[in-house]
């Protein structure tokens, strides 16, 4: 991930003008801009989530999508873009899907993990999901075809193949079989 060093501090409106300008994503990170480098697999499973997900929430009870930035977090002009967010209708301001940045904590963050991606930066990204009080985050690791799902209460559990994942309390009735994300090898 490049970092563009700005002379001032970036805000939201500068992450927008550059994506627009550059035709690139990127995060916004204590005021900086960080591109974010995102390949086709890494987004073919996202939109496998985010289809799942919508399949079953939209347009009662709240929407999935991805590489929507999120500001949600203690520090300012900071602003991340996780592979895919849900988000309930209830969080939207006037239960509305805005058009733009999201302002509030999604009930879910996912990550699916790709070769740009460090341990250090993977971990941090967990960290201030789980700070910011998102309840639910996943770590999708396409390599070993896996799921771990990291809630706000401090547990963890890792998916993997036929396993299942259901009753979390972020995502009432929502179920899936974690191999039906990944595509055929």
Known sequence: MSTLTPSLPLT?????????????????????????????????????????????????EGAAASEV?????????????????????????????????????????????????SSIEVDDKLEEYLEAKIPLVWIVNPDRRTIRAYRIDGTTRLFRGQDVIENEPALPGFRLITAGIFPAK
């Open 69 to 117: 930035m999120i500001y949600c977090f203690k520090q300012q002009n900071h602003g991340r873009k996780p592979d895919v967010v849900f988000v309930r209708n209830n969080q939207f301001p006037d239960n509305r899907i805005p058009d733009g940045d999201i302002r509030v904590a999604p009930s879910l963050a996912v990550e699916v993990l790709s070769p740009t991606n």
């Open 12 to 60: 939201a409106q500068d992450v927008e003008r550059a994506s627009k300008r550059d035709g690139k994503l990127y995060e916004l990170i204590g005021g900086e801009l960080k591109e974010k480098k995102v390949g086709f697999w890494e987004l073919f499973i996202a939109g496998q989530i985010v289809g799942l997900l919508n399949k079953h929430f939209y347009p009662h």
